[in-house]
């Protein structure tokens, strides 16, 4: 049984004259939301094997705090390819984790998120801010997640 954690970053900031939007930090919402949904995830008493961010600042910020929170004491990977991933990369990304790891925190962006969740388990809605999607999937190796083998198991947005 392998389980993955799809988490979108929480509220960014507002965008400052010529910044990118790769370097816009999360808002104060952004940080208090991250903090309660990766809290709501601690309370389940996750024990995570990997957590695999987009380098963005945001999604490192909410990593960041996901760590602390769930008392991840391994590196954070951060993976070029989940800044504007087509789900076709998304997926590569979680078929190519060693097998070792048996549950994943995934952190990125929209609109691939949504096209992930859509490629998987047929979601019919948005992927929201700060939205955690738990699925599992039924075999022993990554390389072997599907649509077939997938199941939702929650889906838990911050406290609004």
């Known amino acids: 049984m392998k389980k993955l954690y799809i988490v979108r970053h929480t509220h960014k900031a507002q965008e400052k004259p010529g910044q990118d939007d790769y370097d816009r930090e999360l808002s104060q919402?952004?940080?208090?939301e991250a903090t309660s949904i990766a809290q709501k995830l601690a309370n389940t008493s996750i024990?995570?094997?990997l957590i695999v961010s987009s380098p963005a600042v945001r999604t490192r910020q909410t990593a960041e705090i996901f760590a602390d929170v769930l008392n991840?004491?391994?590196s954070i990977m951060y993976n070029e390819v989940l800044y504007l991933a087509f789900v076709?990369?998304?997926?590569?990304t979680?078929?190519?984790t060693f097998d070792t790891v048996d549950t994943m925190i995934l952190i990125g962006h929209?609109?691939?998120?949504?096209a992930l969740a859509v490629t998987l388990i047929d979601f019919k809605e948005k992927f929201e801010i700060g939205g955690v999607m738990e699925i599992e999937f039924d075999c022993n190796s990554w390389i072997d997640i599907g649509k077939e083998n997938a199941k939702l198991v929650s889906y838990i947005l911050p406290d609004k």
């Open 94 to 96: 979680i078929s190519y």
């Open 47 to 49: 024990k995570t094997d």
């Open 110 to 114: 929209n609109p691939s998120l949504t």
């Open 72 to 74: 991840y004491d391994k």
């Open 29 to 32: 919402e952004g940080l208090d």
């Open 88 to 92: 076709n990369e998304l997926i590569e």
